[in-house]
């Protein structure tokens, strides 16, 4: 069982930034793939970033890309997404997500993720 912790969500203005986190249990942490998902009111949930079980790959979302920066601390069991210049339309719940099945190419759909945190609410107003 894995339990997921996401936090560092807030209301910032375009332009701002934040720092989320999401705190993993577990004594295996450093062999799953973690990911960020997100989901705005109405919309269906969608991938942002992911990253390797080792940390060498990461995926994003081409809307993000050059804004976002994954990362994951092994020591500590937890996974962090850096969000720069937000905008309005990065306006979402945050989710975290781990995969344990290390698979080669860490996955980018949501249904491949077993275990999720309960979001984070991030708000960037115009």
């Known amino acids: 069982q894995v339990q997921l912790v996401e936090s560092g969500g807030g209301l910032v203005p375009a332009g701002g930034s934040l720092r989320l986190s999401c705190a993993a249990s577990?004594?295996?942490?450093?062999?799953?793939?973690m990911a960020w998902f997100r989901q705005a009111p109405g919309k269906e949930r969608e991938f942002v970033s992911v990253?390797?079980?080792?940390?060498?790959?990461?995926y994003y979302r081409d809307s993000v890309k050059g804004r976002f920066t994954i990362s994951r601390d092994n020591a500590k069991n937890t996974v962090y997404l850096q969000m720069n210049n937000l905008k309005p339309d990065d306006t979402a719940v945050y989710l975290c997500?781990?995969?344990?099945?290390?698979?080669?190419?860490?996955?980018?759909?949501?249904?491949?993720?077993?275990?999720w945190g309960q979001g984070t609410q991030v708000t960037v107003t115009s």
């Open positions: 990253i390797s079980w080792s940390g060498g790959t990461t």
């Open positions: 997500a781990a995969d344990l099945g290390r698979r080669p190419i860490p996955a980018r759909v949501a249904s491949l993720y077993a275990y």
């Open positions: 577990g004594r295996t942490f450093s062999t799953y793939s």
